[in-house]
């Protein structure tokens, strides 16, 4: 399984649009790169998921360079209720492959008033 | 939405008891797991579930563990002899639509918080 690095933390205010940078130099050509969301006391969330480009769904936007060895999540205009863990995760079949998921320590943003 | 549900949301017991936490997948997907966050740490693999047997499982599930599926609903997680360091968050959590259909991740569960005293 491909390594992940991502911030420890992150501090952000309402209103402003965060990126949180996960390196992966180790992507393999099937893999895909997965994002999940977890609240204190709460199950991970998954938030998005891409293979290669942008993609974007209702939640936020996930940037991918050609060569795949780091991806971008992209939260436009955080609230409050973005503090949260955020995990980047790497592996075949759109993060499932049918195996584990390999969770790190994830980047824990603190959005402020 | 399609959730993922557990119970109970909070178990205490003690030390040597046998404990079955409970989850509902979500209806149509096929594989089934189990992980556990201890408190302040990561979020730890247990076991993976599929087609009525493990397909996969970790270092930490071993022979005080074991999964079921007695039903076509229910998922469970079964601790024969708990232990003080089994206290955690335990985490259900199902994927893997059928063939042709979106793959949207997991979806977890809310979670058990079990504590062993």
């Known amino acids: 399984l491909a390594k992940t690095t991502q911030p420890i933390s992150m501090d952000s205010y309402e209103g402003q649009e965060v990126n949180i940078t996960c390196s992966h130099n180790n992507i393999a050509t099937n893999d895909y790169i997965t994002w999940y969301q977890q609240f204190p006391s709460q199950g991970p969330r998954f938030i998005i998921q891409?293979?290669?480009t942008k993609v974007t769904n209702e939640v936020a936007s996930l940037f991918i360079p050609a060569d795949r060895k780091s991806s971008t999540l992209s939260l436009p205009r955080v609230s409050l209720s973005d503090t949260a863990v955020y995990y980047c995760l790497v592996g075949a079949r759109g993060g499932t492959g049918r195996r584990a998921l390999t969770f790190g320590s994830g980047t824990r943003l603190q959005v402020q008033p | 939405e399609p959730e993922v549900t557990q119970t109970p949301s909070h178990q205490v017991t003690q030390m040597g008891q046998e404990v079955i936490l409970r989850c509902v997948p979500i209806s149509n997907h096929l594989y089934f797991y189990w992980y556990r966050q201890i408190l302040g740490q990561k979020v730890e693999f247990l076991v993976s579930f599929y087609n009525n047997e493990i397909s996969e499982k970790s270092e930490i599930f071993d022979d005080q563990f074991s999964v079921e599926r007695p039903d076509g609903s229910n998922f469970t997680l079964k601790i024969r002899s708990t232990k003080l360091e089994d206290s955690a968050m335990y985490f259900c959590?199902?994927?893997?639509?059928?063939?042709?259909?979106?793959?949207?991740?997991?979806?977890f569960g809310s979670g058990t918080r079990l504590t062993v005293v």
């Open positions: 891409g293979y290669k």
């Open positions: 959590a199902s994927s893997e639509l059928p063939t042709g259909l979106p793959d949207y991740g997991y979806t």
